[in-house]
């Protein structure tokens, strides 16, 4: 998987006590659904971002998903790296 794989649709602040800085991407992969998909994204952000719900947590809907994130430095890097 790359970043090419999902396309960066916004940014957004919940204000949240924990994984308030969301960054919504949309799902470009032909096969993205299923437990597969979904293992091999968590794993591309493993990659990146660490352990799955120690500093972000991971959200799908039917053609979005969502990188909610604890820390504000992630989210900027995020941002700066992945909006094309």
Request: aromatic share 18%; glycine share 6%.
């Amino acid at each position: 998987m790359t970043a090419d794989d999902f396309k960066f649709i916004r940014y957004m602040n919940a204000e949240a006590s924990r994984f308030s800085f969301w960054i919504i991407f949309q799902d470009l992969r032909k096969h993205a659904y299923g437990v597969k998909g979904r293992k091999e994204l968590i794993s591309f952000f493993t990659g990146i971002l660490g352990p799955l719900g120690e500093t972000w947590h991971y959200e799908k809907n039917s053609t979005t998903f969502s990188i909610k994130l604890d820390k504000d430095t992630d989210a900027t890097l995020f941002v700066l790296r992945y909006c094309k």
